[in-house]
């Protein structure tokens, strides 16, 4: 018997099947009306055809979690508009192509540890850690006496992905981004 979760337990990123396809929610949100159940409106894509549909579940609708693999990879380097990752078990090197990785892409950093996702056999899905630490290349003057609430401005981190920062971030400091949202966290100490 397959493993069920209840579609109320989903989050962005959660893995389920329906009616034998592999999908992945990409955002959601709860309804609760006056009356009547909870339900739960997703944006969920399509893991094979890369295509997105909107769909809405009563919040007590079973969901088929897929039986999935993950592996611990290394990101090595770039090679034309793929990204080569190597398994942490076997060194075998796992090759995978610039849009598979969507934004992820500008979060990858040279010997960063992810872990990549497989259904039956083939790979689906590379997932990153939850933050990442990448300097500051380019970035407005930072203006003394400025705090975290006074504001923000535009820094290009090393990846080449602009990010918003607090206005006394210089370039060459290091900053912690949340790979999921791309936000701005906190400035890392030296």
Known sequence: MALTIDASEI?????????????????????????????????????????????????YNKLIVPDMEQKDIQYLYKAGDEYVFMDMISYEQIHVKAADLGDNVNYLLENTISYALFFKGELVGVELPTTVDLKVSDTGPGIRGDTAAGGDKKATLETGVVVSVPLFINIGDKVRVDTRTGEYLERVNK
């Open 11 to 59: 989050r962005r990123g959660t893995y389920f099947e329906l009616d034998g396809i592999l999908y992945v929610v990409v955002d959601y949100a709860r309804h609760k009306p006056g009356k009547g159940p909870t339900s739960i409106k997703v944006k969920i894509k399509n893991v094979k055809m890369g295509t997105t549909l909107d769909k809405t579940f009563d919040a």
